[in-house]
């Protein structure tokens, strides 16, 4: 780090950071402190009692008479997040290696497919509410007309999984093809050149070539798919089924488009046990730091640039 | 030779950009239509559109909302760029004991997602602060009290403005982008300015602040939709209707009973849109250049 340090001031820089520091000390690591106090206590905040339990707010996530429960939550968070990822990321690769052709009409292309970055979640989940809704949403308006069938999107369960993976993805298009988009910018263009001209056909140049120069970005953005899918994603969730229904055995434990995150609201602030959602929290907290760290490790290392 | 494939390419975009407009189209097209046919297969837009927005508006007070997340976002948006500046300012061009720590210590907090600290977060804001010293003191005076029991107090905001401004004023994103763009500054301009004789206040309003216009607008305006598009917080820290923000209020419109009145949801669904596309139109050029990503790295 070069000093730069050229003013002398034995009180300034602390009064330049104390506002950062003291907001920082007060909604962060405060709060991470009573988190980690608060897991060791079963509390109901309906009634205000608090009594220190131990580490049995840990046990009960995995073996305590709801551990199956949370058991399929985390099953499904783990599928959900996937689902976002794999899917959401597959899409934009696709249409960002079109989009970034050398075609007539591709600006156009280009601002018609980028555009969901404005979308919030809530936004997109109130649009895809109406769009599925059983009786009066367009789609089954249409597929009504069409084939006489009304799918009840928010009660059958996989059609409810997959309604809020479809509604998640849709909202993250834009930022992931925004993002492939500007990859493909840094791209010499003289491989997949070179490649056409030795004969490779355009499906061998794509998974050759493109994939692979783009992993780095493929890597930057399955992070921050993640942590939309594990944050983010709760308005959609909110607004679409609550977290509901109840799926086919083995899956007939909790509701199966609950998240994590989901669950810890319900608990912790719908029906106010705090001790035991402080404790599932710490546990997302801990998921967290692993991915985290992963993406420090291997952020870097991941990089193909070719041999220049 | 590339010539061959140019019609797959041209089919493959035409279907993905119907896709993804269609739910937005559609939700246009509701949002023009009279209640009867907002609930038929009818895609032809009709003429009521201004008064689904006036309904919306007015009627399921839209306005109120709107009002809220703009009060928020703006607060949130000038209070972060001004804490991140200063902060910024002071890992550069100070020199002080423990600056790797406090570097460190502002930089570990973008492993802790808000959302992670919801509950701890939650009772602090909402719970009430001690009735007086007394009772501050009987907590406080013994450490066993504070170091292994939940605190019993809080700050007493729910349902107030300061709930949903106040705990986000603080970014690590913030402070590391305007120390890199600090450290990116020729070392001689702080110099020059220092031997010219001006404050470091001066350096900050009359030099740093104007070679920063671009990053200190790009967090603006990152930060800006992130408070805007904000949900999980608000949802639960404010219960009275008068404060909430506009994405909270939006499922407040759609209500729980059958008689939601779709085409004013679609109408408020687009309005709440309209402030992140507005930046998204006026920043597309910058998008599209890969102005994201110049930003994250």
């Known amino acids: ?308 | 030779m590339k010539r061959r494939y140019d019609w797959v390419i041209h089919t493959v975009l035409i279907i993905g950009c119907t896709i993804i407009m269609f739910p937005i189209v559609f939700a246009l097209i509701k949002a023009t239509q009279t209640r009867a046919a907002v609930m038929t297969p009818n895609l032809i837009p009709g003429a009521e559109l201004m008064n689904n927005l006036r309904a919306v508006w007015v009627e399921a007070s839209l306005w109120k909302f709107m009002r809220n997340s703009f009060v928020v976002a703006i607060a949130v948006t000038i209070g972060k760029t001004i804490l991140s500046l200063f902060a910024g300012m002071a890992l550069v061009y100070f020199r002080f004991p423990f600056k790797r720590f406090i570097f460190g210590f502002i930089l570990l907090t973008l492993m802790m997602p808000t959302e992670v600290l919801l509950v701890p977060l939650f009772d602090l804001v909402s719970q009430q602060p001690p009735a007086s010293w007394t009772a501050f003191w009987a907590w406080f005076h013994d450490p066993r009290h504070v170091l292994l029991e939940p605190s019993p107090f809080g700050l007493g905001w729910a349902n107030t403005y300061w709930a949903i401004i106040v705990p986000f004023l603080a970014s690590a994103t913030g402070t590391f982008l305007f120390r890199q763009h600090f450290m990116a500054i020729p070392q001689s301009l702080a110099d020059a300015a220092r031997i010219d004789g001006a404050t470091p206040l001066q350096f900050l309003t009359r030099i740093l602040v104007p070679m920063s216009v671009n990053t200190i607008g790009a967090l603006a305006v990152i930060q800006f939709v992130y408070v805007w598009d904000q949900y999980l917080w608000p949802k639960v820290i404010i219960r009275r209707e008068d404060f909430q923000v506009v994405q909270v209020g939006l499922n407040l419109i759609i209500g729980t009973g059958e008689g939601t009145q779709w085409g004013y949801v679609m109408a408020g669904a687009l309005l709440t849109l309209i402030p992140p596309l507005l930046v998204f139109i006026l920043l597309q050029e910058q998008f599209m250049r890969g102005f994201a990503l110049s930003e994250s790295k």
Do not use: H
Request: aromatic share 18%.
């Open chain 1, 1 to 308: 780090m070069k000093d730069r340090a050229v003013f002398q001031s034995r009180y300034l820089p602390w009064v330049l950071l104390l506002p950062s520091l003291l907001i920082l000390s007060i909604f962060i690591y405060f709060p991470a402190i009573q988190a980690f106090i608060l897991s060791f206590y079963k509390s109901n905040l309906r009634l205000g009692t608090r009594r220190f339990i131990g580490f049995e707010n840990f046990t009960n996530l995995f073996t305590g008479p709801f551990s199956q429960a949370y058991k399929q939550i985390m099953l499904q968070s783990f599928l959900f997040s996937l689902c976002v990822v794999v899917i959401g990321l597959s899409i934009s690769l696709v249409l960002a290696t079109f989009a970034s052709q050398k075609i007539p009409g591709a600006r156009i292309y280009r601002l018609f497919l980028i555009w969901p970055f404005a979308l919030s979640p809530a936004v997109a989940a109130t649009i895809f509410a109406f769009l599925f809704n059983p009786e009066v949403g367009g789609v089954n308006l249409f597929l009504n007309e069409l084939f006489g069938i009304k799918p009840r999107w928010l009660d059958t369960p996989w059609l409810a999984f997959m309604l809020v993976v479809s509604a998640a993805v849709w909202k993250n298009l834009g930022y992931n093809i925004v993002f492939y988009l500007a990859a493909f910018q840094n791209i010499p263009k003289e491989y997949d050149e070179a490649a056409a001209i030795d004969g490779a056909g355009p499906l061998q140049r794509f998974f050759r070539i493109t994939v692979p120069m783009l992993s780095s970005m493929t890597f930057f953005l399955v992070f921050t798919n993640l942590t939309f899918s594990f944050f983010d994603a709760f308005g959609i969730i909110d607004i679409l089924t609550r977290g509901g229904p109840i799926g086919y055995p083995p899956f007939d434990n909790a509701g199966v488009s609950s998240i994590m995150m989901y669950r810890v609201f319900q608990e912790g602030i719908e029906q106010g046990k705090s001790g035991f959602a402080a404790a599932f929290s710490l546990f997302i907290l801990f998921i967290i730091m692993i991915i985290t760290i992963l993406q420090f490790r291997y952020g870097s290392r991941s990089v193909q640039y070719g041999d220049n």
